[in-house]
């Protein structure tokens, strides 16, 4: 209570500390931002501004040495650097240059963690000397900077080297101590950094074209070829495109036709290492330099050449300059062989113009019949429902030209070209631009659900034939994929595994168990070996003619049962007699119905002996097959029952 009391002068004295707490705020907030991060290198330039606002040069300085002192470059956020060359122009500000090269030569001993560091604070050191008029330290600066000794140089890994024993690789110290050397040394001087450059191999493609243009000012032309030769052979391509084309135009302005065969081995030399991609300017400016200085036929050489060796792209515009050129030195006759070599080699796209430009030629020489097989080759590179300029040119020269069987023919060819292209649209589908290997995956792949549930189907099938063979009908079973269920023995013959054998005979010899010889008929033996189970026919069907129990059965007893005297009467005969016919039209039925299935399984057969496996749709469909030849014999025999209880019934 007694602090809070206020007596006297206290409240100011109060008032002022609570001022200079304010004013020091940005202070100790900036103080606890670098105890959490010592490192931040925008933090101490923000802390210098401070004392900078504040005009005190004693804590800027002893904020920069604090700085410089605690950043470690390693783990330094920011640019380390930045806080050395800061504190060498704050004494450079106050013309203290004594202090700034002590600062600039202390910051070039740090280790800094990449040597684009050190380069830019042996930069910033000679700018300072340039800036007061200092050209000799200035230049001195950068040698230093760059100098290097020559076990070094030519050691291959330079990297776990010291950043101090690497800089003189960075090429913007080499670039600014060229610089100086041509401003203020002499050509012998400057000519002497270059090659050291070039020794070295720091030197980059512009620098090379510099200086070939320095000595070119000086009328050192060779030198400056020379220069040029060594920057062709020290880089590849792309980065030797600039000065290919550089030393090209400059020796062909320099010598023109004075030394033609050492152009066209320049040339030659460029096309040889120039990609197909890049070729036609290079082209371009060889044709030129025949067309002015050398000869006209090699002129056309290099431009025939030209159109077959640059991109597709870029050979319709140059045939046409070809054309063009031929046309000037030659006439319109010579470029005959041009537009024919035009039409195999321009893309299918501008085969259509090269066309119309061709038929238009032989028309003005008066050559109707090559006009009209011109048109008729470029039509089938050009679709009618898409482009009508060279069909439109063809029609308006059968108007002028033809007659009216030259114009049907056009009409002729013109369908068939739409039917083709027509085709073409049609059959090139999503599926065709995949790769055959895809197409072969997608072929194989099971695209419906029907599909799949038929072969689900038919495993379950397979599965119940090889869990109770006696449903088989003998032979081999063969599943999806080629994978056998039951085999023949070994060697037997091959036959038809789904095939039934037929009888068309109804002869006492299949009740026998007879055959004849080359019949095919299923007999009695055979079908004992199916193992076929028998079942008890319904006492419902016979009505009141079902035997009692204990009650002598067969057709002896019932004819004992019978009175001499007594006889059929005419309904029963008839009935007896529909019954009769209602079982042979069954017995026929069920006939046919076999010749159509052993048919189709013997077709089956050759099928499946071509094929791998039995297809589940072909099974699908015999299964069907026989089903419905069942039900319709079921139905004929239903018949057949029932007409033979209507007859006992009447009789």
Request: charged share 30%.
């Amino acid at each position: 209570e007694d602090d809070l009391e206020v007596e006297g002068d206290d409240l100011e004295l109060r008032l002022a500390r609570l001022q200079f707490l304010l004013d020091r705020r940005a202070e100790l907030l900036c103080s606890v931002r670098l105890r959490q991060n010592p490192h931040n290198v925008h933090e101490w330039h923000k802390r210098v501004k401070i004392f900078e606002d504040q005009d005190a040069p004693e804590k800027v300085i002893k904020a920069y040495a604090e700085a410089v002192q605690t950043v470690d470059p390693e783990r330094a956020d920011g640019k380390p650097h930045s806080l050395w060359v800061a504190f060498a122009r704050y004494y450079e500000d106050n013309e203290d240059l004594d202090s700034a090269r002590d600062i600039f030569d202390r910051a070039t001993q740090v280790a800094y963690r990449s040597m684009e560091d050190l380069s830019n604070v042996w930069c910033e050191y000679a700018e300072m000397e340039l800036r007061h008029d200092n050209f000799d330290l200035a230049i001195k600066v950068l040698h230093k900077a760059v100098s290097v000794s020559d076990k070094v140089a030519r050691s291959k890994d330079v990297t776990s080297l010291p950043v101090q024993q690497r800089v003189w690789k960075s090429t913007k110290l080499w670039c600014m101590y060229a610089d100086l050397e041509e401003s203020l040394g002499t050509l012998e001087s400057t000519k002497g950094v270059y090659e050291r450059m070039i020794d070295l191999k720091v030197a980059t493609p512009q620098v090379l074209i510099n200086y070939a243009h320095m000595l070119e000012e000086g009328k050192y032309f060779e030198d400056s070829f020379r220069v040029y030769e060594k920057g062709v052979n020290l880089f590849e391509w792309p980065l030797s495109k600039e000065l290919w084309l550089a030393y090209l135009s400059k020796f062909t302005a320099r010598y023109q036709g004075a030394k033609i065969e050492r152009a066209r081995d320049l040339f030659e030399q460029a096309l040889e290492k120039v990609p197909a991609e890049e070729r036609r300017v290079v082209y371009l400016m060889y044709a030129t330099l025949e067309e002015q200085h050398g000869l006209v036929k090699n002129a056309m050489a290099i431009y025939d050449r030209a159109a077959k060796e640059v991109t597709p792209a870029e050979r319709y515009e140059l045939y046409l300059l070809y054309i063009n050129k031929a046309t000037e030195f030659f006439g319109v006759t010579k470029t005959r062989s041009i537009y024919e070599a035009a039409t195999q080699n321009v893309p299918d796209t501008k085969v259509k113009e090269i066309c119309i430009r061709y038929a238009q030629l032989e028309q003005t020489l008066g050559e109707i019949d090559r006009a009209r097989g011109i048109y008729q080759y470029g039509s089938q590179h050009c679709d009618p429902g898409k482009n009508d300029a060279l069909w439109d040119a063809w029609n308006n020269f059968e108007v002028r030209h033809g007659n009216e069987d030259t114009f049907r023919e056009m009409l002729r060819i013109k369908r068939s070209v739409q039917l083709q292209f027509s085709q073409k649209h049609v059959n090139t589908t999503d599926a065709g631009i995949a790769n055959d290997a895809q197409h072969a995956a997608k072929r194989q792949k099971i695209s419906s659900d029907m599909e799949a549930l038929e072969r689900q189907m038919m495993d379950q099938t397979m599965q119940q034939l090889a869990e109770d063979p006696s449903r088989s009908r003998g032979g081999d079973i063969i599943a999806m994929g080629g994978e056998q269920v039951s085999q023949l023995p070994a060697g037997a013959p091959q036959k038809n595994t789904d095939e039934i054998n037929l009888d068309d005979d109804d002869d006492d010899e299949e009740e026998e168990g007879t055959r004849e010889p080359g019949d095919k008929g299923t007999t009695k033996q055979s079908l004992g070996a199916l193992n076929i189970s028998e079942k008890a026919v319904p006492a419902a069907v016979y009505g009141g003619f079902a035997a009692q129990e204990g009650e002598e059965q067969g057709a002896l007893a019932r004819f004992k049962q019978k009175q001499p005297e007594e006889a059929l009467p005419a309904a029963a005969i008839a009935a007896t007699a529909a019954a009769a016919a209602a079982a042979a039209a069954a017995a026929a039925a069920a006939a046919s119905a076999r010749r159509e299935i052993g048919r189709r399984n013997g077709a089956a057969a050759d099928e499946a002996a071509a094929a791998p496996a039995v297809h589940v749709h072909s099974l699908s469909a015999a299964a069907a097959a026989i089903a419905a030849a069942a039900i319709a014999a079921a139905a004929i025999s239903a018949a057949a029952i029932a007409a033979a209880a209507a007859a006992a019934a009447a009789a």
